[in-house]
């Protein structure tokens, strides 16, 4: 069994950050890809930023620049810094991850989702 369990959402004035957080535990041989998506009321969930096992990056064009998506391989875990955050950025946040659970068993798994909200 696997779980994924985020951290680190909450209400913050815009301009501000927030560090989002979530660790991978359970039964898990290696972690592939791992990713951030975001969704709000009546809205498709869409992807923020992924990452690669070795590092590489991709990030929504609404938040070039501004959010950076970073993993701990030794610690099973994802991170998204968003800094200079907008209204826009309003929404339940949730982690994904592309798992291996033995050499040959693979699954993908979701996160329960942290609430961000920008407001002032």
């Known amino acids: 069994q696997v779980q994924l369990v985020e951290s680190g959402g909450g209400l913050v004035q815009p301009g501000g950050s927030l560090r989002l957080s979530c660790a991978a535990s359970?039964?898990?041989?290696?972690?592939?890809?791992m990713g951030w998506y975001r969704q709000t009321p009546g809205k498709q969930r869409e992807l923020v930023a992924g990452i690669s096992r070795v590092g590489r990056t991709n990030y929504a064009d609404s938040v070039k620049g501004r959010f950076t998506i970073s993993r701990d391989n030794a610690k099973n875990t994802v991170y998204l810094q968003m800094n200079s955050l907008k209204p826009e950025d309003t929404a339940v946040y949730t982690c994904?991850?592309?798992?291996?659970?033995?050499?040959?068993?693979?699954?993908?798994?979701w996160g329960q989702g942290t609430q961000v909200t920008v407001s002032s």
């Open positions: 994904n991850a592309d798992i291996l659970i033995t050499i040959i068993e693979r699954q993908n798994y």
């Open positions: 359970g039964t898990i041989f290696s972690i592939n890809a």
